[in-house]
């Protein structure tokens, strides 16, 4: 998980192979599913981290509260 600096996110990871995203928010976990790794560069190079959640992430990857505490996303 890459830590970033955002008043709604805490740290974003990314797993190539099964093109799975991670969002750590301060209420929460989420996975997104079939994310292109372009967005996840995009999502950490914006300078709005929750607007970009918002506008291209949040509603168009399918995603699942994360309920694990450990995850192999890094």
Do not use: C, W
Request: glycine residues 6%; proline residues 4%.
């Amino acid at each position: 998980m890459n830590p970033v600096r955002s008043s709604h996110l805490k740290a974003v990871g990314y797993d190539e192979e099964s093109r799975t995203m991670r969002v750590e928010f301060h209420n929460g976990i989420y996975l997104y599913f079939d994310v292109p790794r372009t967005v996840y560069e995009g999502l950490l190079r914006a300078p709005s981290k929750g607007r970009f959640h918002a506008a291209r992430i949040k509603y168009k990857y399918r995603y699942q509260k994360d309920t694990e505490v450990y995850s192999l996303i890094s």
